[in-house]
Every structure is written in C-alpha cells, then in structure tokens.
C-alpha cells in the first residue's frame, strides 16, 4: 500500500475543564493507502502536534513530522518501523515530533491489520494474545472519610484491584498519607489489590517518599506509581533501598524506547507503564515490552482517553503472560465515549480481552468527530499549512 | 517588576537548505515588564513552539506555556525559577514545552540582569567569570585528502583545538574512519586537541563503537562526542570499557534537567554536552552545571544559532575554572550573524568571555528581526489565537 492521505482531527468537549481529566479532547489521526482505512490517536495538546505536522522544515534533522509521509509504502511491519525511523533521524531536533509520531504509527498497524485482515497482535507475533486484568483508578478522597466511602464503591464494582492517586496525597505529612492509606485498605477490603499513584509527589525527594514506604508496605500496596518526575533516576534507586515488598511502577512519562528502557535500567522500576501515544507508537511500545519482558519487569499499559488509543496500548504487551495488569479508562468523558462505536469491553469474568477483530479491532464514530470537531487554520507566510479536514 | 508581555518572534532565512545548519531559522522571545526588555531564543522549530504558547488546554497538566505568564512578578532569581516549575507542572503533557519554556527563561534572566544593571553570571552567583577555549566545529571531508586540507585550514586559524564530525564518520568501515582520522591529525598537528563528533552514528549499539575507540586513543582524540542517540544509557555504560583515555561527551539533546543528570550519573559521560535553548533555559542549565561541577564532570555548552543563544549558554558555567571549553558557532547564517549588532567574540588570546554588559550583553537587531520575520497566523474555531507581533 501507498500513503495516500494523513489527516489529524482535533476534537474536544465544548468546554474543557481545569481538571485532570485527559479525555477531554483528543487527536486523531486516519492514514488512507489504497482505499484502506486506518485510526490512531496522539497524546496531548492537539494544536502543537498539528503544527509539528506540517512546521517548516528548521534544518535536515528539523524536518516536520510529515516530510515524507505521503508516497511511502507499506507493506509489512519493517515498513513501518522503517518510516518510524526515517521520521524520528528527519525530525530529531522537533520535541514534539514523537507525541505526533505515536499517532501515526498506530493508524498505520491498524491500516496493515486491516489489509491483512489480521488483529494487530498477529502482526506483532504469532502467540495467542493473553487477557488482562483491568485495575479502577480512583481519586483519594478530600479526607479519610471520604477516601472509606470511594474505596467501598469501587470494590463492589467487582474490579480485582484499585488504585488511588492525586489528589493531596504525599504533598502533606506522612501521617496524613497513613490516615488515608487505612481508610482505602479499609474500604476495599483485605482481597482487592490495591495501588497508589503519587502522581510525582517528591519530585526528586528520595528521602520524603522513603518516609512513606513503610506504610505502603504495611497496607499491602501492590505498588506505589510515579513517586517521582520521569527520568529522575538516582530517586528512583535510592527509594529501592526502603521499598520492602511494595513493587515501583513509573514510566508514562516517557517519549522514546529509550527513556523508557532507562526506567528499567537505570531506576530499576518493577513495573514498567507506557503510553502508546507518546513513545512512539506501538513499534516503540512493543519494543519496550519485549525489553521489559526480558528483564522480568512487568509492563503495564498507560492509557486515560478513547478505547482506541486502549486497544492500541494493549497490544504491545498481548502476549506476556507476566504482564497481567491493565489501566483501563473507567469513566472517560462523553466525547472518549462517543468516538468508538465498539470499544473493549470488560468481560464477564473481570478481564479485558484484546479485539480479535483486524487492526485494533475499535470502530471509529465519524459522526462523533464532525459534532466535537475544532476548526484550526494555520498559515505561514500568506500560505494556508493546515486546515482542520473535514469527513 | 510585572511581565506586561511576551512575544514570539520567528525570523527565517529566505530559503532553507536541507543541511545540518541549525542557524537558518530562530525563534526569538521578547520579555517587556516595567519598562525593561528581556531577549530569549529557544531551540527549534519556531512554528510548533509558537503553537505551544498558545494551544488550547487539553487537561490541568497540558495547558499552554503562555497561560500563566503575564502578570507574573519577576523580582529575583527565584521567581524565574518559581515561574519555570510553575509552567512545567501545568504542562507536563505536552512535550514541545521544554524547549518553548527555555527561550522565555533566557529572556527573563535578560530582563532582571538589564534591571538590575549585572550580567546574568552575576544573578548566579559572586564568582568571577572564567574565560573559555573554543574549538572549531569542522566536518570530515568527503575522503581522507579533504579532511587533511580542512584540517590544515582549521589549525591556521589558530583555534587551540578542533572538532570533526557528521558526514560518514561511523557509518562506514573501521578502516575508513581510522584513515579519516589520521588525515585529520595530520592536518591540525600534534599540538591543536582533537575532538570527534559521532552525531549518533551507531543508534545503541555499543559494540560498533567500540570498534573504533582504539583508534580515537592512538590519534589522542580528546573526546568522542555522542555515539548514541540521547538516553542510551546502557550503551553509553558498555563503551566506557574500552574507551582507554578518550573522553565521553554527550547531553545536547537533553530536554530536561533529569535527562541530562542522567547522563552524568547513568550514561557515566566524561563531558556533559547542555543546550540552554532545551534543557530549560539557563535556570535548568546552571542546576546542571553545578551537579557536574560536583561530579567532577566537564560542562559544555552545546551552542549552534546567535549570539544570543551563545551568551545565554556560557552563563551557566561561567565560574567552573574545570569547564574550560566552549562550543563557538563558526560560521553561522547571515540570518544569525544579522541577529546581533555586539556579540560574543574571541579575543586576542583565543579566548571568549563571557560579556559583562547587564543581562546577555547582546544587543538585538530589531532591523535583522524586521527583515527576515516570517509571519505566522493561527485561528482556532475562527478565534485568531497567534499573529506575529510586529516591531
């Protein structure tokens, strides 16, 4: 097949809210090549990555991420590393180039599947792909009264695990975090797993997470979740020294296969979380979990938007059977909701199965992106660069 | 003082080569607050870093750099590095921001030493500034005659040391680069240090490189600069075994402060290579020189557009008496040489030093700016959210 069009829909909610929410828009990307179709999505701020598309070139390794997309041929796998590849040396010094990449190479594994009438997974290998145990992430609440009564909803909703994260948890006193970590253990009971996310608390604070480590342990904490900023290694080996049985997981952060595999290396995380759309797709992704796999680090996918970007996120790890986990968007926003027609259900017995169906198996509602569709118009020097397509 | 604006200005050459020239194009910030004007340049890609600073907010940590900027108070150091953690928490999902952020640092930085009537440096701290050495940045020629010629040419212009690289170097056999390097130690002499720039030529593979250090130890090559793509840590780990003597210098694509401790503490380089215009600006650049000057690693700034950029590249390390080189642009493009109207030259010892003007010491050609400004417009649902400004 020949690339014949990409195209990058921006969409959003009416009204984008100061919260964290990251399903709040999205972007998503549709490669056309010999009549075939293909859906991918990017992580984050939609507007840059439209212009990383189609920027000037500033220099030979500041080219835009679409230099040298239209006109390529895909034919199997290596063709899309390939052109991963070929983007990444041509748009080096374009940070933002690997989020914008990310999208686009999902788009072409669900394009190849399609053609090929395969699953992604069976592109990526011929082993029966392994279902995953979804975990609900939940907020702590505003006190341990509150946290009590999130934790006991969120356990008769019948998930294995939980986890809870953000809110003011690891930025008060290490008694505070107690209180809290007693009312979740409490509210989900002594069989649910359970999780923390402090969404990077101690910055690069080694000592001020250690101080906590002892308590996690003594709650039964599978792990505890980005205590620190990506990249922040020497944190990251120091807390081992104190972490007892409570595993580390970080890594969501990380836009290349090799900050990633450095998490592993060099932080020595136990648990590795990737986004899909951040590192480079699910080439790069896949890459990190055959690493990940290697070295007996468990992987876990990262995903907070539509179930195309989780089916996407899925299928890098399909196979590793020590890879149980799985974030699983519980309650994306209306407009996530609405962009998949058929998404990936939890099924009856609790696990989350990737589609067999071929790409990613996700059917995309192009009436979802005409009603939450945002208009961009860029234009550099009188010349019109983009304007938002339309379906 | 109060920031009352900040504007993006992107100046382009009126045709960009596909060259590894990264001096065709820049985008340039303008800080105004009370009267006071601060310069900045960032790195790279000037549209998507414009889209940056405007881009619509997709969630609590991916709003636009610009969100939180004006009417900002700037009356110390702190405050620019308050404001800098400020805006990397509110964008901590969008990727391009790093580099966006860095040229509005600078020009903060600009703005408080023109207030103050001091020179960066002296913002940083009491010590006297350092001169440094610069190297001549050169590429290998076409075959081993050619590179003897440049070599011959480079050494006469009196530069106490030279540094080759990009072209094939690495990308060819060992005998061809040994053959390439001794045409290069022939041409500048015994007495003039010799430094070879990889430009990542053997992506993560360790074993390739090493094929060559041998021969980088015999013709005394002082340091082998980025073999590895950024982050390669491992890779980086396995070829200080068989580096003998050479150094190991890398960091330039560093896009954070922890990317480029990592470096240092992981990837174990002998020369931490920082481009202010990406890590964060001198803020960020100055917290990675002081880690390096405790590490007992070389600092050296990676500088390759204005004056501007020079300037602000040099403060970080102005004090480390053990950080003693310094990248120099050559011969940038007419565009950057027009940039600037005083600049940062070599002096008569073959020395630069760091200007003892208040703030850069640079001053801006608003003329050059004029000439060569691309004109860049973005709507977003027919709202006009970027024009460029006008001087």
């Given at each position: 097949?020949?690339?014949?069009?990409?195209?990058?829909?921006?969409?959003?909610?009416?009204?984008?809210?100061?919260?964290?929410?990251?399903?709040?828009?999205?972007?998503?990307?549709?490669?056309?090549?010999?009549?075939?179709?293909?859906?991918?999505?990017?992580?984050?701020?939609?507007?840059?990555?439209?212009?990383?598309?189609?920027?000037?070139?500033?220099?030979?390794?500041?080219?835009?991420?679409?230099?040298?997309?239209?006109?390529?041929?895909?034919?199997?796998?290596?063709?899309?590393?390939?052109?991963?590849?070929?983007?990444?040396?041509?748009?080096?010094?374009?940070?933002?180039?690997?989020?914008?990449?990310?999208?686009?190479?999902?788009?072409?594994?669900?394009?190849?599947?399609?053609?090929?009438?395969?699953?992604?997974?069976?592109?990526?290998?011929?082993?029966?792909?392994?279902?995953?145990?979804?975990?609900?992430?939940?907020?702590?609440?505003?006190?341990?009264?509150?946290?009590?009564?999130?934790?006991?909803?969120?356990?008769?909703?019948?998930?294995?695990?939980?986890?809870?994260?953000?809110?003011?948890?690891?930025?008060?006193?290490?008694?505070?975090?107690?209180?809290?970590?007693?009312?979740?253990?409490?509210?989900?009971?002594?069989?649910?797993?359970?999780?923390?996310?402090?969404?990077?608390?101690?910055?690069?604070?080694?000592?001020?997470?250690?101080?906590?480590?002892?308590?996690?342990?003594?709650?039964?904490?599978?792990?505890?979740?980005?205590?620190?900023?990506?990249?922040?290694?020497?944190?990251?080996?120091?807390?081992?020294?104190?972490?007892?049985?409570?595993?580390?997981?970080?890594?969501?952060?990380?836009?290349?296969?090799?900050?990633?595999?450095?998490?592993?290396?060099?932080?020595?995380?136990?648990?590795?979380?990737?986004?899909?759309?951040?590192?480079?797709?699910?080439?790069?992704?896949?890459?990190?979990?055959?690493?990940a796999a290697?070295?007996g680090v468990s992987y876990?996918?990262?995903?907070?938007?539509?179930?195309?970007?989780?089916?996407?996120?899925?299928?890098?790890f399909?196979?590793d059977a020590n890879s149980g986990?799985?974030?699983?968007?519980?309650?994306?926003?209306?407009?996530?909701?609405?962009?998949?027609?058929?998404?990936?259900?939890?099924?009856?017995?609790?696990?989350?199965?990737?589609?067999?169906?071929?790409?990613?198996?996700?059917?995309?509602?192009?009436?979802?992106?005409?009603?939450?569709?945002?208009?961009?118009?860029?234009?550099?020097?009188?010349?019109?660069?983009?304007?938002?397509?339309?379906?």
């Amino acid at each position: 097949m020949r690339i014949d069009s990409v195209d990058l829909f921006y969409v959003a909610m009416p009204t984008i809210l100061d919260i964290g929410d990251g399903s709040q828009d999205a972007l998503l990307v549709r490669v056309q090549a010999d009549g075939f179709v293909g859906w991918g999505e990017c992580e984050a701020s939609p507007l840059t990555s439209i212009a990383s598309l189609i920027a000037p070139m500033s220099h030979s390794a500041c080219k835009p991420v679409g230099a040298n997309l239209l006109g390529a041929t895909i034919t199997d796998p290596a063709d899309i590393r390939a052109l991963g590849e070929r983007v990444r040396w041509d748009s080096f010094d374009l940070l933002q180039a690997a989020h914008t990449w990310s999208g686009i190479d999902i788009a072409l594994w669900d394009l190849l599947g399609k053609q090929r009438e395969v699953p992604v997974h069976e592109l990526l290998g011929p082993e029966p792909a392994q279902p995953k145990l979804p975990y609900a992430s939940v907020l702590f609440g505003q006190d341990p009264e509150q946290t009590l009564s999130i934790a006991k909803e969120a356990a008769a909703s019948g998930f294995a695990a939980v986890k809870f994260g953000w809110s003011d948890f690891g930025r008060g006193t290490v008694a505070e975090d107690i209180e809290q970590l007693a009312a979740a253990r409490e509210g989900i009971g002594e069989d649910v797993e359970f999780m923390v996310d402090a969404a990077m608390a101690w910055g690069d604070d080694a000592v001020s997470a250690s101080k906590r480590m002892k308590s996690l342990h003594d709650f039964r904490v599978l792990f505890l979740e980005e205590p620190f900023v990506p990249g922040a290694t020497r944190a990251y080996r120091e807390l081992a020294l104190s972490k007892g049985r409570v595993g580390i997981a970080a890594g969501e952060g990380s836009s290349s296969y090799e900050a990633a595999i450095s998490m592993i290396d060099d932080a020595g995380v136990d648990y590795v979380q990737v986004d899909a759309g951040r590192v480079g797709g699910i080439t790069e992704a896949f890459r990190v979990a055959s690493y990940a796999a290697r070295a007996g680090v468990s992987y876990i996918n990262h995903t907070f938007t539509t179930h195309l970007a989780l089916s996407a996120s899925l299928q890098p790890f399909a196979f590793d059977a020590n890879s149980g986990w799985c974030e699983y968007p519980l309650m994306p926003s209306s407009l996530a909701q609405a962009l998949t027609i058929d998404g990936v259900p939890v099924g009856a017995d609790g696990r989350v199965r990737i589609p067999e169906a071929p790409g990613l198996g996700v059917t995309i509602s192009e009436e979802a992106i005409r009603s939450h569709l945002v208009d961009v118009e860029i234009s550099v020097d009188g010349t019109r660069l983009f304007s938002s397509p339309r379906l």
